[in-house]
C-alpha cells in the first residue's frame, strides 16, 4: 500500500468562524488532510474556535502574541478599524508573521532534517507581498499558495481609493525589497497562483514551478441549485437581481442602485441588497432621492445559509467590485445557477471567463459603468433563455473544478507530482 505523504502545513490565519481567508485556510487543510498526513502549525489566537469545531487534525499552536498583539491594534488604530485600510494591515503584519514562521522552524527543524515530512506548505497568509522564513531553510519541498494579491487600484476610483484608506498602496512593490523576499520565490519548490493579476506580479517565478490555483472554493451543500427555477425564472414575471456582500467602498455596492435609478425597464422589478458597511448611509440617501424605495429593498446582514437560500431564490447575482482579489461569493454565487453581471477586472472577470459564462462589464469610470450594467440588467429582463444558458454554463464550471474537496483532490495531486517528478501543470485551473 502506497504511503500516505506526510505534510507540514503552514497556516497562521486558520479560523472556521472568521470569514474570508480564516474559514477558506481553515477548509482547505481539512481536505487536504483527507488525501494526506498533515500537522498544522498555526497561531494561538485561532485556538478556542478551532477546539470548539474540535477537527480531526493535528494541530500545534505557536504563540508569539508578544509582537502580535501590538502590532495588530497599532494597525487597528491607523486603519481607524477592520474594514478598511487593507494595505496598512499588511504592513503592520510583516513583522509578526516572520516571527510566526521563526518559531515553526524552530519547533520543527528537527523533524524536517531526518524526514518526519516530506513537503512544507504554506497555505495562509495568501499575500505574495508576505514573504516566507523557512522557504530558503526547508530540506525538503517548500510549496506556497494559493497566493492572490497584486491587483491594481483602477485609476478612475481615486476617490473609493481613498475612502478605503488605501493610500499605503503605493508602497506595495517595496515587498520585493525586504528580506526573505527573494528567497521565498527563488526556493519554492511550487508557487500556487490565484489568478492572471498575482501571475503577472510573480514574474521571477518560472512557468515550471508556477501552477494557477485560485484558492476559493464552496460547500456544496450549501450552495447548489437544487429546487431552484433556472435564472429568468425565479421571480416569475419580475426578475429579482441581488448584490450580496460588504458595503464598502471597492464593492461599489451602490452601483445597481444608479443602474435601477437610469433605467424605467429595471424599475419593473427588483434589486435585493445583503450585507452591511460603512456606506449604508449612503445608499439609503441615493435610494430615498430617486424613489426606488418600491424596487429595491435592503435586506441588511444574513448568515451563509441564508445567503444561499437569496442565491437560489433570485436570478441575477450583481457584483460591480473593482478590486476584486478572490471573489469567493462569485463562485457561490455560479453554484447557485444564477446570471452573473461583474466587472471584466481581478478575479471576477477570470470565473466569468471574460464573458462567456456571465456578463463581464469592461471597467470604466463609474458613470459608463453603471451604463454598462444597466444595460446588461435590461438584457436579463428581455433575454431570459440567453440568462438561463450563461448560468448553467457558470454552474457547471463551478461545479467541475472548485467544490472543497476537489480543491483537495487536486493539492494532494501537486503533492505527488513534486515527490514523483512529474508535470505540476497538469493540476492547473483553466
Given at each position: 500500500m502506497t504511503r500516505r505523504p506526510r505534510i507540514l502545513i503552514l497556516a497562521d490565519e486558520f479560523?472556521?468562524?472568521?470569514?474570508?481567508?480564516?474559514?477558506?485556510?481553515?477548509?482547505?487543510?481539512?481536505?487536504?488532510a483527507k488525501h494526506c498526513d498533515i500537522v498544522v502549525a498555526t497561531h494561538v489566537r485561532n485556538r478556542p474556535n478551532v477546539e470548539k469545531a474540535n477537527p480531526d487534525l493535528d494541530i500545534v499552536y505557536i504563540d508569539n502574541e508578544a509582537i502580535a498583539a501590538p502590532m495588530f491594534k497599532l494597525g487597528k488604530l491607523l486603519r481607524g478599524g477592520e474594514e478598511v485600510g487593507w494595505s496598512t494591515s499588511m504592513i503592520m503584519n510583516y513583522l509578526p508573521y516572520l516571527a510566526f514562521e521563526r518559531a515553526v522552524w524552530k519547533q520543527f527543524r528537527d523533524q524536517l532534517r531526518t524526514g518526519a515530512f516530506d513537503i512544507v506548505h504554506r497555505i495562509t497568509p495568501m499575500s505574495p507581498t508576505m514573504p516566507s522564513y523557512i522557504a530558503h531553510k526547508s530540506p525538503v519541498p517548500f510549496v506556497i499558495g494559493?497566493?492572490?494579491?497584486?491587483?491594481?487600484?483602477?485609476?478612475?476610483?481615486?476617490?473609493?481609493?481613498?475612502?478605503?484608506?488605501?493610500?499605503?498602496?503605493?508602497?506595495?512593490?517595496f515587498y520585493k525589497l525586504l528580506p526573505f523576499a527573494r528567497s521565498t520565490y527563488d526556493d519554492a519548490t511550487?508557487?500556487?497562483?490565484?489568478?492572471?493579476?498575482?501571475?503577472?506580479?510573480?514574474?521571477?517565478?518560472p512557468d515550471e514551478r508556477a501552477v494557477m490555483f485560485p484558492e476559493i472554493g464552496f460547500d456544496p451543500t450549501i450552495f447548489h441549485d437544487q429546487g431552484a427555477l433556472p435564472a429568468g425564472q425565479r421571480g416569475g414575471d419580475k426578475v429579482r437581481f441581488m448584490f450580496a456582500g460588504r458595503l464598502v467602498p471597492y464593492k461599489l455596492p451602490e452601483l445597481p442602485l444608479h443602474a435601477f435609478a437610469r433605467s424605467k425597464l429595471l424599475r419593473q422589478h427588483h434589486l435585493h441588497?445583503?450585507?452591511?458597511?460603512?456606506?449604508?448611509?449612503?445608499?439609503?440617501?441615493?435610494?430615498?432621492?430617486?424613489?426606488?424605495?418600491?424596487?429595491?429593498?435592503?435586506?441588511?446582514?444574513?448568515?451563509?445559509?441564508?445567503?444561499?437560500?437569496?442565491?437560489?431564490?433570485?436570478d441575477v447575482f450583481v457584483f460591480p467590485?473593482?478590486?476584486?482579489?478572490?471573489a469567493g461569493v462569485v463562485i457561490e454565487a455560479m453554484?447557485?445557477?444564477?446570471?452573473?453581471?461583474?466587472?471584466?477586472?481581478?478575479?471576477?472577470?477570470?470565473?466569468?471567463?471574460?464573458?462567456?459564462?456571465?456578463?463581464?462589464?469592461?471597467?470604466?469610470?463609474?458613470?459608463?459603468?453603471?451604463?454598462?450594467?444597466?444595460?446588461?440588467?435590461?438584457?436579463?429582463?428581455?433575454?431570459?433563455?440567453?440568462?438561463?444558458?450563461?448560468?448553467?454554463?457558470?454552474?457547471?464550471?463551478?461545479?467541475?473544478?472548485?467544490?472543497?474537496?476537489?480543491?483537495?483532490?487536486?493539492?494532494?495531486?501537486?503533492?505527488?507530482?513534486?515527490?514523483?517528478?512529474?508535470?505540476l501543470q497538469d493540476f492547473a485551473y483553466d
Open positions: 479560523n472556521p468562524e472568521w470569514p474570508s481567508l480564516p474559514i477558506v485556510g481553515f477548509k482547505y487543510a481539512l481536505e487536504i494559493p497566493l492572490n494579491g497584486a491587483l491594481p487600484w483602477p485609476a478612475a476610483f481615486a476617490q473609493e481609493q481613498s475612502r478605503e484608506k488605501e493610500g499605503l498602496r503605493k508602497l506595495r512593490d511550487c508557487v500556487l497562483t490565484a489568478f492572471s493579476h498575482t501571475r503577472a506580479d510573480l514574474a521571477r517565478v441588497i445583503l450585507g452591511d458597511g460603512p456606506e449604508l448611509p449612503r445608499m439609503q440617501a441615493f435610494i430615498a432621492d430617486n424613489g426606488l424605495e418600491d424596487c429595491v429593498t435592503l435586506e441588511g446582514r444574513k448568515s451563509q445559509s441564508e445567503v444561499a437560500q437569496w442565491m437560489r431564490d433570485c467590485s473593482i478590486r476584486e482579489l478572490g453554484a447557485s445557477g444564477q446570471h452573473l453581471v461583474c466587472v471584466d477586472y481581478g478575479a471576477p472577470g477570470d470565473l466569468t471567463g471574460h464573458g462567456t459564462r456571465g456578463d463581464a462589464i469592461p471597467m470604466a469610470p463609474f458613470d459608463q459603468l453603471a451604463d454598462g450594467f444597466r444595460d446588461a440588467m435590461e438584457r436579463v429582463v428581455t433575454d431570459r433563455p440567453r440568462s438561463a444558458r450563461l448560468a448553467q454554463a457558470a454552474r457547471n464550471y463551478a461545479f467541475d473544478l472548485f467544490p472543497w474537496s476537489v480543491k483537495g483532490q487536486r493539492t494532494a495531486g501537486v503533492y505527488a507530482a513534486i515527490l514523483s517528478g512529474g508535470d
